[in-house]
């Protein structure tokens, strides 16, 4: 990762990951810009908006945490709890392709919304949220897992690094609907989300105990300590004042927040890791999950003469005549 010297920007940086570093707080971060990929991924379900916006913080947490990981494969993110959101899967495969999906019960999202219990934490419940790093067939899976006991993302994150990573980490998560016009078109909302990420990452020959997943953006040689450093604490309270509208705007830059924040201290920018909303599903593969049951499987798959899968993180629709998978196994 090299540094690169250029201008602020006033506007621009969608649907990119900025990584940064406050050499003078031995802080490395991450701010995610989320807007087109998250509004199209969203737009391809029809969940209530308190889903939306929980599987929305997700995908900003998921795109931090994964763009930081140095490996060709998989970054996997989900939770399994007792919510009303009972799961949320967001997957990323390196360099930059985003997917999602949420399961929930709408009467129960419903009824917590009526009540004014819609954040995060309560649409969650308890349950447990799950990291993992799939490198490939040949290469082990990683693991981490944190407990959700009435905690945000944002919260569950900052446990997860501090307990399993040894890394004092701080997250801040925003997600907003926005109002916007295509020419030629009415104005209408779109989905934007964004996303700050920081970890004290200070020089030392000493490594603080084991890591469950790749330290990410730090340094080779570098470790953390959990100490309250002047410098980690420094850090924490300039990030407290960031709000949710400074994370969100399509106006505000990421350097332009970067420079609101630490331009007494000195920030260095490296290139821009741009994402986009991209399913992995393909009709051929659709096609050989369904071929791996058994026939008497496939007769109960039947509807209305047909087969009928829809994929759950693009909602795309495979339609198939039944006699195809007959000509296969002949």
Known sequence: MSSVDRPLAVAGGDDAVLPFAVDALDLRGRVVRLGPAIDALLGRHDYPPAVSRLLAEAVALTALIGTSMKFQGRFILQTQSDGPVGMLVVDFEAPDALRACARFDADAVAAAVAAGQDRPEDLLGRGHLAMTVDQGAHMSRYQGIVELDGRSLEE????????????????????????????????????????????????????????????????????????????????????????????????????????????ERGARVFEPQPLIERCRCSRDSVKAMIASFSPAERVDMVENGRIGVTCEFCSTHYDFDPKEFETDEA
Not at 245 to 250: A, N
């Open 156 to 263: 569950a994150a900052h446990g997860y690094f501090l307990q399993s990573e040894q890394i004092p980490t701080r997250v801040r998560l925003a997600v907003a609907e926005v109002l916007t016009r295509d020419p030629g078109h009415e104005p209408r909302r779109a989905w934007r989300a964004g996303g700050l990420f920081l970890q004290f990452l200070p020089e030392s020959s000493e490594r603080s105990g084991h890591r469950d997943l790749h330290p990410g953006d730090a340094p080779e040689g570098v470790s953390a300590t959990i100490e309250e450093d002047d410098a980690w604490v420094e850090a924490q309270s300039l990030a407290g004042t960031v709000e949710d509208v400074e994370l969100t705007d399509p106006t505000i830059s990421a350097e332009t927040l970067l420079y609101r924040l630490f331009h």
